[in-house]
């Protein structure tokens, strides 16, 4: 049973920090390509962070370059988003999703809440 389970939002002042945490299962980690996605209230969700399957290339959304990193832990089937000097306009869902082209294998987490305010 495929899962992806987040972690790690919540509610930060602008100009703070949080770590998200997306725990994987059910299936071949390594050979997957793992994106951060987000979603605003009234908007469509949109692609934040990607890193390839080995961790070797990774690409960001440019509202968040400079601001946010994206990291993996292969032995430890986890992708991580570290979020830095949160803006007010990063509040969103926050998804995981494992990608294999090979396959066309998608998979996505519940997503957990990212509440930027002072």
């Known amino acids: 049973q495929v899962q992806l389970v987040e972690s790690g939002g919540g509610l930060v002042q602008p100009g703070g920090s949080l770590r998200l945490s997306c725990a994987a299962s059910?299936?071949?980690?390594?050979?997957?390509?793992m994106n951060w996605y987000r979603q605003a209230p009234g908007k469509e969700r949109e692609l934040v962070a990607t890193?390839?399957?080995?961790?070797?290339?990774?690409n960001y959304a440019d509202s968040v370059k400079g601001r946010f990193t994206i990291s993996r832990d292969n032995a430890k089937n986890t992708v991580y988003l570290q979020m830095n000097s949160l803006k007010p306009e990063d509040t969103a869902v926050y998804y995981c999703?494992?990608?294999?082209?090979?396959?066309?294998?998608?998979?996505w987490g519940q997503g957990t809440q990212v509440t930027v305010s002072s």
């Open positions: 059910g299936f071949t980690f390594s050979s997957y390509a």
């Open positions: 890193i390839t399957s080995s961790g070797g290339s990774t």
């Open positions: 999703n494992a990608y294999r082209k090979l396959t066309s294998s998608n998979y």
